[in-house]
């Protein structure tokens, strides 16, 4: 199945509007600055060397305005590209084949940051059993979108952010974790 859904990514990507937020027909805003947009691009552009396969990843302008950047997939990307180490804050999504459930959580665990992780799966007891090794404050399983403001949603490893809007901001010591579902029966 990774070419179906290597397929509906690049699809989706290809599909996305970037524009200012109020119409309908756009689908996703601006990058915060145009500082932002340079790294952006920069990203997508580096990218390029360390990834199988690119689609998309390109500076547009919106009326008149250019700091909007096109998402951009990534496939097959190695563990030692900075997309997959390193904040990027661009529309950009870099994937790469485990083979394993133990080379998942070593990948996923050799980052300085842990502040969330997704997981796309049919095979619900594998991916709860998967996500509780994970450094990652949120595991978020076949959804992006269930981010409660009263829950943790991350915090670990040198990612700071995400337990403040939770009652559990004075909890530091404690390594709690959100993991959503969303199931389908």
């Not at 133990?102 to 992780?117: E, H, K, P, Q, Y």
């Not at 998967?130 to 399983?141: I, K, N």
């Not at 530091?172 to 959503?180: E, G, H, N, Q, V």
């Amino acid at each position: 199945m990774p070419d179906l859904s290597r397929a509906q990514r690049h699809a989706g990507a290809a599909a996305m509007r970037p524009g200012v937020p109020l119409p309908p027909t756009s689908s996703m805003g601006a990058i915060m600055d145009g500082q932002q947009t340079e790294r952006s691009i920069r990203f997508a552009d580096e990218g390029q060397k360390s990834a199988n396969r690119v689609a998309s990843g390109k500076q547009v302008t919106v009326e008149g305005k250019g700091l909007f950047v096109q998402p951009t997939n990534f496939d097959d990307v190695g563990h030692d590209s900075p997309l997959i180490g390193d904040e990027v804050f661009g529309p950009d999504c870099a994937t790469t084949p485990i083979d394993t459930e133990a080379g998942l959580i070593v990948m996923t665990n050799d980052s300085i940051f842990g502040t969330s992780c997704f997981a796309r799966t049919c095979n619900l007891s594998r991916a709860l059993r998967t996500a509780e090794p994970l450094d990652a404050g949120s595991c978020h399983l076949a959804t992006v979108d269930a981010l409660l403001t009263r829950t943790p949603f991350g915090g670990l490893t040198r990612s700071g952010f995400g337990r403040e809007p939770s009652m559990h901001c004075s909890d530091r010591p404690a390594a709690l974790k959100t993991i959503s579902v969303q199931y389908r029966s």
